[in-house]
C-alpha cells in the first residue's frame, strides 16, 4: 500500500464509506474523519471515543462510542446534527 499524501496519523476504530467519502473513527483523537480523493482528509466531528462505524438504510452514519464508564450510539446527518438512539454510564 501507498502512503497518501498529507495522511493524519490515526488509531483507526472503524471505517466506512459514507457517500463519496471514507469515515474513519480515530480513538487516537477521538474524531470521525473523512477522506477522499478530492478533498483529502478531513475531520467531520468529535466524539467521546468512536469505536464503530455504519451507515443505516436511511443514509444516516451510525456510530457507537465506548469508554470505561460510558457506552452510546448515536445518529448523525451529513451537516453533523446527532441523536442519540442509546446509552448508558456507570452512574445510571
Known amino acids: 500500500a501507498e502512503e497518501v499524501k498529507d495522511s493524519p496519523k490515526m488509531t483507526a476504530a472503524g471505517l466506512v464509506w459514507w457517500g463519496d467519502k471514507l469515515v474513519i473513527a480515530d480513538r487516537g483523537t477521538k474524531t470521525l474523519r473523512t477522506y477522499s480523493e478530492k478533498d483529502g482528509f478531513g475531520e467531520f466531528k468529535k466524539l467521546t471515543m468512536p469505536v464503530g462505524l ?19 450510539i448515536v445518529r448523525l446527518t451529513k451537516e453533523g446534527k446527532e441523536e442519540t438512539i442509546a446509552e448508558k454510564s456507570s452512574e445510571g
Do not use: W
Open 54 to 72: 455504519t451507515v443505516d438504510s436511511k443514509g444516516y452514519l451510525v456510530v457507537t462510542e465506548k469508554d470505561k464508564d460510558f457506552a452510546r
